[in-house]
Antibody, heavy 127, light 107 residues
Framework: QLQVVQSGTEVKKPGSSVKVSCKAS????????ISWVRQAPRQGLEWMGGIIPISGTRNYAQKFQGRVTITADESTSTVYMELSGLGSGDTAVYYCAITTSLQVYGDTVRDYGMDVWGLGTTVTVSS | DIQMTQSPSSLSASVGDRLTITCRAS??????LNWYQHKPGKAPQLLIY???TLQSGVPSRFSGSGSGTDFTLTISSLQPEDFATYYCQQSYTMPYSFGQGTKLQIK
């Protein structure tokens, strides 16, 4: 059964960067879609971006374009999310979320929901 | 990018009530619509995928319907453990997007 473990709590200064990891075990990592979703205090869920290792697909929400980078290390089944230019608005819980029911036909992706989630990584941005 | 709009944003209900949450997409997403339940301090949980398919282990009192741009999540008889925030999410095309959430509270 697929399980994911995220890296631990981070406290960062404004203007700095944070890199959060998500390590998967018990599944075929490269066949999944891995998304990063965050929830700021008193806010809803927000999709930041995602990667599909088997197809090389990578996509980011417009809001985070230029500030977020998602990478995958297939040798260790680990996905990383790096967010730069941190501000107080980036204080949030960051979740790694995996879609295991995925079909990829060339450029077409059929994603049937994020069914495995990490427990979240709290990132606090404070001077 | 596709925008997802949920209504209502909050709802008060009692145990045993039947309720419906709606979700509208800014363009057609076929049936690539998923519903999640989120409780404070926990990871979100996938309830329904492909608009109407119940995720394994999810109680049958949850159901979903819709296609194109309009979707609904129905809980047939509310249980105490159902009080949470519910989100719709489109997986038709990246960038994916969530609705703003519906917070379900005890009346």
């Amino acid at each position: 059964q697929l399980q994911v473990v995220q890296s631990g709590t981070e406290v960062k200064k404004p203007g700095s960067s944070v890199k959060v990891s998500c390590k998967a075990s018990g599944g075929t990592f490269s066949m999944y879609a891995i998304s990063w979703v965050r929830q700021a205090p008193r806010q809803g869920l927000e999709w930041m971006g995602g990667i599909i290792p088997i197809s090389g697909t990578r996509n980011y929400a417009q809001k985070f374009q230029g500030r977020v980078t998602i990478t995958a290390d297939e040798s260790t089944s680990t996905v990383y999310m790096e967010l730069s230019g941190l501000g107080s608005g980036d204080t949030a819980v960051y979740y790694c979320a995996i879609t295991t029911s995925l079909q990829v036909y060339g450029d077409t992706v059929r994603d049937y929901g994020m069914d495995v989630w990490g427990l979240g990584t709290t990132v606090t941005v404070s001077s | 990018d596709i925008q997802m709009t949920q209504s209502p944003s909050s709802l008060s209900a009692s145990v045993g009530d039947r309720l419906t949450i709606t979700c509208r997409a800014s363009q057609s997403i076929s049936t690539y619509l998923n519903w999640y339940q989120h409780k404070p301090g926990k990871a979100p949980q996938l309830l329904i995928y492909a608009a109407s398919t119940l995720q394994s282990g999810v109680p049958s009192r949850f159901s979903g319907s819709g296609s194109g741009t309009d979707f609904t999540l129905t809980i047939s008889s509310l249980q105490p453990e159902d009080f949470a925030t519910y989100y719709c999410q489109q997986s038709y095309t990246m960038p994916y997007s969530f609705g703003q959430g519906t917070k379900l509270q005890i009346k």
